[in-house]
């Protein structure tokens, strides 16, 4: 019997090192460094030449029970750029090219890709969906007169109200090398996700020029 633990627990450690490219101690040590709440909570405006992406995570939800929090990355270049920590009750942003872009939501264990279409000078909203044990979901929020994911939700101004303004992921570039390689997997899983979807669920998952703020 002894011996059958002892397999079952290597079996489960050697999964776990196949599927995790950080550890809830990484979340603990680079907490205050990665996602510190700002002194000024009133998010700043997009210049004409670049859109603007406000990340919601509007509760305390989790899409994993060992990992709170989710990482956001631009993937639409050679280049994967870490831009966004997603921490419960919290909202970031990130300023981008206009044009088209992928982006890669991660826990280590599962990955998410939304595809957003962004005008110059303008707004954008994603909320930052937990998905049980299947990690972090990225939903544009659009302008549809109906639906959760929408500017007309009555939820919708308590999700920026109140949640706390914490700074841009500037301080993730050691980090984001350190797990580039397990990144690259992560990439890999949730683009093969993203092929495989129908086409309304692209269009679910998909941020429109005409979603800037109005």
Known sequence: MKKVLLVLM??????????????????????????????????????ETQAQIVFLRPSDKVGSA????SVIYNVSSAQDEAIAVAEPNSKTYAFFEPGRHLLLSTDGVSSHILEAFLLAGERYYVVVRPMYQQGYQLRPVSHASYGEFTQTNPKFSSWLNKTSLVEPASGLVPWQKKY???????????????????????????????????
């Open 10 to 47: 290597l079996a489960g450690s050697l999964c776990s090192c196949g599927t995790t490219f950080f550890s809830f101690d990484d979340s603990a040590k680079h907490k205050t460094v990665l996602a510190k709440k700002t002194q000024d909570q009133n998010l700043p405006e997009p210049d």
């Open 66 to 69: 060992k990992y709170p929090y």
């Open 180 to 214: 580039r390689r397990a990144l690259e997997r992560q990439k890999q899983r949730a683009t093969e996700v993203w092929q495989a979807h129908t086409a309304n669920t692209r269009a679910q998952l998909t941020l429109l020029e005409e979603y800037a703020e109005k």
